[in-house]
């Protein structure tokens, strides 16, 4: 039996560098992953930062400011609670792509040992790991939205200590409609 002629075409140089071409995607997927475990160590450090700041609020107290202040802090722990679930499930999404594209890395080898019979293999581990990437860089997308509503959220409530602290308002030049960071 003589060899496909895409094997005959194929040397092994060749076939490893069909393996190695996901390294690039899995290197992308790699640094979003870590850059996603930072985002999700200083969400997990501003919740901590605002149960301490919310043991401090004086009990039984109703003044505007502590009022206002818990209003900001329950607030503030919504908006983290929802970017924490997003982010772990944005982890986990990155990880199994990044276990996708080492599949097709693998996989290319393997299929090219069976004559390509099995070339459809690697192509699938190659398209779900970059599907994957790509609804990973979505949920990113999601989240940094969340982290910004959040940050807005917080600096209005700053405005106002500002302007009741000082009897000057706080001004503060909003971006032209359609500027990043809307809602």
């Known amino acids: 039996m003589s060899a496909s002629p895409l094997l005959e075409l194929l040397s092994a140089s060749e076939i490893l560098s069909a393996m190695i071409t996901p390294a690039l ?3 992308a997927t790699g640094t979003l992953a870590l850059a996603t475990t930072n985002r999700l160590g200083r969400v997990v450090d501003r919740v901590r930062r605002l149960a301490e700041i919310a043991e401090d609020l004086p009990d ?15 607030d503030q722990i919504r908006w983290h609670s929802q970017r924490l679930v997003l982010l772990q499930r944005t982890i986990v999404t990155l990880y199994t792509a990044i276990g ?8 290319v080898g393997l299929s090219a040992t069976t004559r390509w019979a099995l ?3 690697p192509v699938g581990f190659g398209l779900s790991g970059a599907t994957a990437l790509l609804v990973a860089a979505v949920m990113l997308i999601r989240e940094s939205r ?3 509503r959040g ?7 700053v405005r106002e200590v500002v302007a009741r602290k000082t009897t000057v ?3 503060i030049h909003e971006k032209p409609e359609g500027g990043q960071g809307e809602g």
């Open 169 to 171: 308002p706080l001004v």
């Open 119 to 121: 070339g459809w293999i």
């Open 146 to 148: 969340l982290a910004v």
């Open 25 to 27: 995607l899995i290197s």
């Open 100 to 107: 996708l594209l080492v599949g097709a890395s693998l996989t």
């Open 151 to 157: 940050t807005l959220t917080e600096l209005s409530y």
């Open 60 to 74: 039984g107290v109703a003044t505007t400011e502590v009022v206002e202040k818990r209003a900001l802090i329950a």
